[in-house]
């Protein structure tokens, strides 16, 4: 073990998280919801484009502090696509090799990404494949398999360390309603809801932590039967988010309410959004502000006031090919346009 090169390596990420600013927390105008506020933590400007560069970190640091990572380490992971292109970064950034385990189906702007960041992609058919042949090239290449399903909830210091959560109550201090009646995310590892959820207990806040689940995704039926052998033979359509079987990292206890979404809610969300912002956003954000406005329209028909957070996990320009891509649209989700009106109604109710 080269201790010097370890603690070189760790001195690097510590000085690019200083050079580094906080993302944004968004306010959302909605005017069919007086007295509630709407906001979106938008994870999207951090330097890899997503909420995954925050991961990315805390696996590196975990790893290198385990002793686990050192001089010439290959690095594997198996991803959706947003860790590894994180992943990649952070390797680039300490001269180590990259491999990203992905479903062949991966939107193809995330695999260009992580090749530009100087990684090698390896395809498997399925998403249930990724994580036996990480397993299996991590052996063949006497690499280290970050295993950020397994790590995520672990690897981030949930008690407040300026991570996600710590940030967002930071930055709703002087907000009309500073403490969130609900903070709404969705599961990928589930490593964020683990820490936004522990941390709003250690903290002693009355914020509800609600996650939201997409269709062909084993999390909510978990949550409900408490099922660890649960699987599902189909994967999800929601980039991101959503596991075929129930991930060590997700965390069930500290969930208050979980919600199922339809995908073609999820996309028309997500559509739904660029005409707010005025910029896209990725598949899993429409999720979580679908889950968001159900809570708003529950708010409003019981007559509080108060605030909804919710995370912007990435922007929609990945997903041109898919999301933003009428034909993609309509043979993989089907017709958006009921839900495009639900919003429109629930939004500007008459
Ligand atoms: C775009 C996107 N949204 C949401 C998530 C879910 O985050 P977590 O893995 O912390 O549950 C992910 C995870 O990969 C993601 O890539």
Same mark, same amino acid.
């Given at each position: 073990?080269?201790?010097?090169?370890?603690?070189?390596?760790?001195?690097?990420?510590?000085? +690019?998280?200083?050079?580094?600013?906080?993302?944004?927390?968004?306010?959302?105008?909605?005017?069919?919801?007086?007295?509630?506020?709407?906001?979106?933590?938008?994870?999207?400007?951090?330097?890899?484009?997503?909420?995954?560069?925050?991961?990315?970190?805390?696996?590196?640091?975990?790893?290198?502090?385990?002793?686990?990572?050192?001089?010439?380490?290959?690095?594997?992971?198996?991803?959706?696509?947003?860790? &590894?292109?994180?992943?990649?970064?952070?390797?680039?950034? @300490?001269?180590?090799?990259?491999?990203?385990?992905?479903?062949?189906?991966?939107?193809?702007?995330?695999?260009?990404?992580?090749?530009?960041?100087?990684?090698?992609?390896?395809?498997? +058919?399925?998403?249930?494949?990724?994580?036996?042949?990480?397993? /299996?090239?991590?052996?063949?290449?006497?690499?280290?398999?970050?295993?950020?399903?397994?790590? &995520?909830?672990?690897?981030?210091?949930?008690?407040?360390?300026?991570?996600?959560?710590?940030? %967002?109550?930071?930055?709703?201090?002087?907000?009309?309603?500073?403490?969130?009646?609900?903070?709404?995310?969705?599961?990928?590892?589930?490593?964020?809801?683990?820490?936004?959820?522990?941390? %709003?207990?250690?903290?002693?806040?009355?914020?509800?932590?609600?996650?939201? +689940?997409?269709?062909?995704?084993?999390?909510?039926?978990?949550?409900?039967?408490?099922?660890?052998?649960?699987?599902?033979?189909?994967?999800?359509?929601?980039?991101?988010?959503?596991?075929?079987?129930?991930?060590?990292?997700?965390?069930?206890?500290?969930?208050?309410?979980?919600?199922?979404?339809?995908?073609?809610?999820?996309? &028309?969300? &997500?559509?739904?959004?660029?005409?707010? @912002?005025?910029?896209?956003?990725?598949?899993? /954000?429409?999720?979580?502000?679908?889950?968001?406005?159900?809570?708003?329209?529950?708010?409003?028909?019981?007559?509080?006031?108060?605030?909804?957070?919710? @995370?912007?996990?990435?922007?929609?320009?990945?997903?041109?090919? /898919?999301?933003?891509?009428?034909?993609?649209?309509?043979?993989?989700?089907?017709?958006?346009?009921?839900? /495009?009106?639900?919003?429109?109604? @629930?939004?500007?109710?008459?």
């Amino acid at each position: 073990m080269n201790s010097n090169w370890v603690k070189y390596a760790i001195n690097e990420i510590n000085a +690019d998280a200083q050079r580094s600013a906080d993302t944004h927390l968004i306010r959302l105008a909605l005017p069919g919801f007086p007295g509630i506020q709407l906001y979106l933590k938008d994870e999207s400007t951090h330097p890899t484009g997503s909420l995954k560069h925050r991961l990315a970190r805390s696996l590196f640091l975990y790893g290198l502090c385990n002793g686990w990572i050192n001089e010439g380490t290959t690095i594997i992971e198996s991803s959706s696509g947003s860790t &590894a292109v994180s992943e990649a970064w952070f390797a680039r950034l @300490l001269g180590l090799p990259f491999i990203a385990v992905m479903p062949s189906c991966t939107a193809r702007r995330k695999v260009e990404q992580i090749t530009f960041y100087g990684g090698r992609c390896h395809f498997v +058919d399925s998403a249930c494949e990724i994580y036996a042949a990480s397993e /299996t090239l991590a052996r063949e290449l006497n690499g280290h398999y970050m295993d950020q399903f397994t790590f &995520a909830e672990r690897a981030t210091d949930w008690r407040g360390n300026n991570n996600i959560a710590d940030s %967002i109550f930071r930055q709703m201090k002087n907000e009309p309603h500073p403490e969130p009646d609900y903070i709404v995310m969705s599961a990928g590892t589930g490593g964020t809801s683990a820490t936004i959820g522990r941390y %709003i207990r250690c903290q002693g806040y009355d914020t509800q932590l609600m996650v939201v +689940d997409p269709q062909n995704s084993v999390f909510l039926d978990y949550w409900q039967s408490r099922d660890a052998g649960l699987r599902s033979t189909v994967g999800s359509k929601i980039e991101g988010i959503g596991r075929p079987r129930v991930e060590p990292s997700f965390i069930p206890d500290v969930v208050d309410e979980m919600m199922r979404v339809p995908d073609a809610a999820s996309v &028309a969300m &997500a559509h739904w959004l660029e005409t707010q @912002l005025g910029r896209k956003v990725g598949a899993s /954000t429409g999720t979580n502000m679908w889950g968001a406005l159900q809570l708003a329209v529950r708010m409003r028909e019981e007559g509080r006031s108060g605030s909804i957070v919710t @995370l912007l996990c990435d922007s929609g320009e990945r997903y041109l090919d /898919t999301y933003y891509n009428p034909q993609w649209v309509s043979n993989n989700i089907g017709d958006i346009a009921p839900w /495009t009106a639900q919003i429109q109604a @629930l939004v500007y109710p008459k």
